[in-house]
């Protein structure tokens, strides 16, 4: 029941640009598919679950052929690269989520485009965004705050190498975002740690994940949001409660190496 053109792809597209939705429109389903499979072995609603495709080094062509395919969320990691692609893309109904590590001088950038960051880490960057918010009098952002599961561990407390606060700064940075003007405290996100007593085992980490998402729930319980799982573990994080996964190889392929 293919279109001529499907929706995505320009009135008279080129063999390259066909290509491209089909392989697209392969991922993507075969994702769905995991993701469909994971909520039905979870006892979960399929629409408890969101897709977020990363689309971090990907063209904003792809982006296009990806909201054409029906996709609504988009996340990227750098500004740099994720900024020119934002304006090309800003007729496209579409969420965009940042998920990288953002110092503060990006923030205003970043606050040009971002729908939803993900990576809030650390007090200095509540305050930049809660300013920056004020100051370009945008709508306010939706935060989640990133919690850094390989520093997990009760003594010698290291991190984990992928960004995100230590569980026991948590409750502090919930409270400092959900008192930020402009700010709306969404939920915790997590990647599964490379170190630590949860390498190796992204169940386990998810889960952990889970209860502090529960424990930030009890003070703020609109923070209903929990951002767990990629291409490589997005039925963990099902299992565990995630309610966004955030998948990137598995729909656009591999990554070229970065520039
Ligand atoms: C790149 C990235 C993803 C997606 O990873 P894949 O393994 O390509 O699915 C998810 N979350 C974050 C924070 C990322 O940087």
């Not at 469909?36 to 296009?64: F, H, I, M, N, Q």
């Not at 170190?195 to 992204?202: D, I, S, V």
């Not at 949001?225 to 409660?241: C, H, K, N, R």
């Amino acid at each position: 029941m293919t279109e001529n053109p499907p929706p995505g792809l320009p009135a008279d597209p080129t063999p390259g640009q066909r290509a491209r939705h089909g392989e697209l429109a392969a991922g993507l389903a075969a994702v769905e598919q995991r993701i469909a499979t994971a909520c039905a072995a979870a006892g979960r609603p399929r629409d408890e679950v969101t897709l977020v495709v990363v689309t971090k080094t990907y063209p904003a062509s792809d982006v296009r052929l990806l909201s054409g395919l029906g996709v609504t969320d988009v996340a990227e990691n750098r500004d740099q690269d994720a900024a020119p692609k934002a304006v090309e893309c800003r007729d496209l109904p579409l969420s965009w989520h940042f998920v990288g590590q953002l110092q503060t001088n990006k923030v205003r950038s970043v606050l040009g485009y971002a729908d939803r960051v993900h990576s809030v880490d650390r007090l200095r960057l509540v305050e930049a965004l809660s300013a920056g918010v004020l100051k370009t009098g945008r709508a306010a952002l939706g935060c989640l705050i990133q919690v850094d599961l390989g520093g997990d561990s009760d003594a010698g407390e290291f991190a984990g190498g992928r960004g995100g606060a230590l569980p026991g700064a948590v409750p502090e940075l919930a409270d400092a975002l959900e008192a930020a003007p402009g700010l709306r405290l969404d939920g915790v996100m997590a990647v599964a740690p490379l170190l630590g007593r949860f390498a190796g085992n992204p169940r386990a980490a998810f889960d952990r994940l889970a209860e502090i998402a529960s424990r930030v729930r009890e003070a703020h319980p609109a923070a209903t949001m929990v951002s767990a799982g990629m291409s490589g573990d997005l039925e963990q994080a099902i299992a565990a409660g995630a309610t966004h996964v955030r998948v990137g190889t598995a729909v656009l392929g591999a990554r070229p190496p970065l520039g």
